[in-house]
C-alpha cells in the first residue's frame, strides 16, 4: 500500500548534459535499422532512374574529366550528349547491380545506417575505379593514377550523394505524409510516427505538429485546449479548438495520459510525483516550475502509468 505522506519518488532523473545526449544518440542513431523505404523496390528503381538523370546532367554542364576533349577531333553538343550519355549509363550500371544486391540483402537481415553508409562510401569508391580505369585504358590519359582516381572520387561523390540526399528527404516526406494521413483516418498514433505528435481541430485539419518529448501538457479551455510545450529551453502555448476528451482519445495507449479533469500530461516529462496536503501532483521537468493536479478520479491511471514507468 503505498503512503502517501512519504510519497517522493522521482521517475526520471534530469539530463545535466545535453551534448552527451546527443553524441550518444548520434551514435546510437548508427545502430538503428534504416527506414524501409530505402530498400523498397520502387524506390530504388526510382533511385536509379534520378541518379543516371542527375549525373548526364551533371556531366553535360560541369564537364568533368576533360570529356569535352575525349576525341580528337571537335564534336557537337548532340554528339557530346550521345558519348556522355553512353559513358554514365555504364558507370550507373555500377548502381544498379549494388542496388539489386542491397535489395536481396535487406530481404535476409536487416540493414543499419552504418551499413547504409559504407554501402554508399563504397559505390562511390566502384564507380570512380570506373572512370579512373576508363581515362587510363580507353582515353589513354597519361597522369598519374592516383591523382585520377582523386578527381574521380572527388566527381563521383558529387554525383552520387546529391541525388541519394535528395530522394533520401523525399522518401522520407513521403512517409510522413502516409503517416499523418493514416493518423487523420485512423485517429489514432502509429507507433513509427510517435516521434512527432500531430494536432488536429475538431475539423480534422492539421494545425500543430511538435516532438514527443517537447511536449509537457494539455489543459482544457471550454471549447479549446492550451498545448504546453518546450521551445529553445522556453515554455509556450498553442491554443487549439478542440476538447479534453477528444484529446484523450487521441493521445490513448501513449504516455501521454489524463490525470485531471482540465489537464493531461506527457509522463515522460514527469519528474516528480507528490503528495502536497490533501492533493496529489505532478512536478514536470521544465525550465521554471510546473505542477498539474491529480484528481481522485484519474489517480489509479496515474499510478499504473507511474508502475509502468519504475518498471
Known amino acids: 500500500m503505498i503512503q502517501w505522506r512519504n510519497l517522493r519518488l522521482f521517475i526520471r532523473p534530469k539530463l545535466y548534459n545535453f551534448d552527451l545526449l546527443l553524441k550518444t544518440k548520434a551514435m546510437l542513431d548508427l545502430s538503428q535499422q534504416i ?17 543516371a538523370a542527375f549525373a548526364l546532367v551533371f556531366i553535360n554542364i560541369y564537364a568533368p574529366f576533360e570529356s569535352r576533349h575525349w576525341l580528337e577531333k571537335p564534336i557537337t553538343d548532340w554528339q557530346y550528349l550521345f558519348y556522355s550519355s553512353l559513358v554514365i549509363l555504364t558507370g550507373v550500371l555500377v ?19 552504418w551499413h547504409y553508409l559504407l554501402w554508399v562510401l563504397a559505390e562511390i569508391i566502384f564507380m570512380a575505379l570506373f572512370f579512373t580505369l576508363f581515362e587510363k585504358l580507353v582515353l589513354k590519359d597519361d597522369a598519374f593514377f592516383m591523382d585520377l582516381l582523386k578527381t574521380a572520387a572527388k566527381h563521383t561523390a558529387l554525383v552520387l550523394l546529391l541525388p541519394y540526399a535528395m530522394l533520401w528527404l523525399y522518401f522520407s516526406w513521403v512517409e510522413k505524409q ?37 511536449l509537457l501538457y494539455i489543459e482544457s479551455a471550454d471549447n479549446y485546449v492550451n498545448i504546453f510545450y518546450l521551445d529553445n529551453n522556453k515554455i509556450l502555448r498553442y491554443t487549439l479548438r478542440s476538447t479534453i476528451k477528444r484529446m484523450e482519445e487521441f493521445f490513448k495507449g501513449t504516455e501521454t495520459i489524463r490525470c485531471h479533469r482540465s489537464f493531461m500530461v506527457n509522463f515522460e516529462r514527469v519528474k516528480m510525483l507528490r503528495k502536497k496536503q490533501h492533493e496529489l501532483t505532478l512536478e514536470l521537468d521544465a525550465p521554471s516550475l510546473v505542477e498539474i493536479p491529480v484528481s481522485k478520479t484519474y489517480v489509479q491511471n496515474v499510478m499504473n502509468t507511474f508502475t509502468k514507468f519504475s518498471m
Not at 36 to 46: A, S, V
Open 35 to 51: 527506414p524501409d523505404y530505402l530498400t523498397n523496390k520502387k524506390n530504388i528503381i526510382r533511385l536509379i532512374l534520378f541518379t
Open 95 to 113: 548502381v544498379v547491380v549494388s542496388r539489386i544486391i542491397m535489395y536481396q540483402m535487406a530481404r535476409l537481415q536487416p540493414l543499419l545506417v
Open 178 to 214: 502516409q503517416q499523418l494521413q493514416t493518423i487523420a483516418e485512423q485517429g489514432v498514433i502509429p507507433d513509427n510516427s510517435r516521434n512527432m505528435i500531430p494536432f488536429y481541430d475538431e475539423r480534422g485539419g492539421l494545425k500543430f505538429s511538435i516532438k514527443m518529448g517537447c
